[in-house]
């Protein structure tokens, strides 16, 4: 079954290739360097962006595999949450190759489908434990099968993918500042008592990151003048020590706050061996290592994908895409784009019978 991904649901355009649930070949654009002159996301810029590379992106996939629309089995799209306007780029291009080559046309969470990114290079077990790290969320979900997951906690505010940015912001790193903050972390020395580890004292499973960025807000205050370097800091090279100190110090606030909750998460999951971790915020490189210890020493197994699909992609899309027409599960052509804030519905169609799979 030959599966193409769509993936725009932000500000990188994707499409991939996955035939019979292996990655063929996969091609993304990144518009950061657009939205970075804004410091943020503009929607109406982005899904214009995506409009304009969509086409000749799919061209250019196709041309490359040599294939032709037709022999495509089914489309899976990126159908939410994300940002309405970028969505509906996504979903209308995937409606209409559909319509005009009769693919089975598959709605994905993309959520769901960071979640399963992993199975893309290894085998996933289950039960597991998800914990999705990216810019707009923090949730964890205990998962029993690719697709049946439960959301057991989320964060209250900020995620921890915007902790990174929002911190990023107020040091004057490059939006968005995530993967320069882990880069300039790994060159400082942290210091636990500089941070503290957000709301731990509860018995929930959720998180709260928006104190964390006030207490970096008002630490770069306190301690930085805007001239200590060069704003915006694009290269760790330029970076003097202490904003590097200061760095370690938040990385590790964020990542001993993630690990004390996936602890007690899998206190409440003893038949759950296997941590799934995914999300943007999963390329960091002191959390891979946090989780990868926590769960050696639990005598588990940690499933994460390689750095470049941890962030948005369309490999995801597809794969996850592929693993819903495995379970018979397809979409009709009124599948719904659904923007950040509304939950994904479970409006999925059962395959009908004698449908090829
Ligand atoms: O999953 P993703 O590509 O997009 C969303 O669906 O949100 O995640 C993007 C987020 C950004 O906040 C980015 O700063 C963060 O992931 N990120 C990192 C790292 N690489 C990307 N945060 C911390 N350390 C990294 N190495
Ligand atoms: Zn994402």
Redesign the pocket.
Known sequence: MLVLGIES??D?TGLALVRDGRLVDHVLTSQADIHALFGGVVPELASREHLRFMGGLFDMLMERQKLSPHELDAVAVARGPGLLGCLLVGTAFAKGLCLGTHARLIGVN?LLA?LLAAGIEEELRFPALGLLV????TNLYHMLSPVSVTQLGKTLDD????A??KC?KVLGLAY????L??ELAGRGSADPAMFPRPYLDNDNLDFSFSGLKTAAALYAQAHFTDHAWPRPLTSAADAPKELCDMCASFNLAVVETLAAKVERALRRLPDVSTLVMA???A???L?RARMTELMTQRHGRICMPG?SL???NAAMIAHAGYLMAVHGLQHGLDLEAIPRGRAIPDDALKAAAGHAV
């Open positions: 649901s932000c990188e993309h960071h990216s810019g707009g969320h995620a921890a993918g915007e990174f940015d990023g968005p500042g995530g993967r903050l882990d999300g943007g915020v390329a960091n490189s959390l750095p941890c962030t948005d």
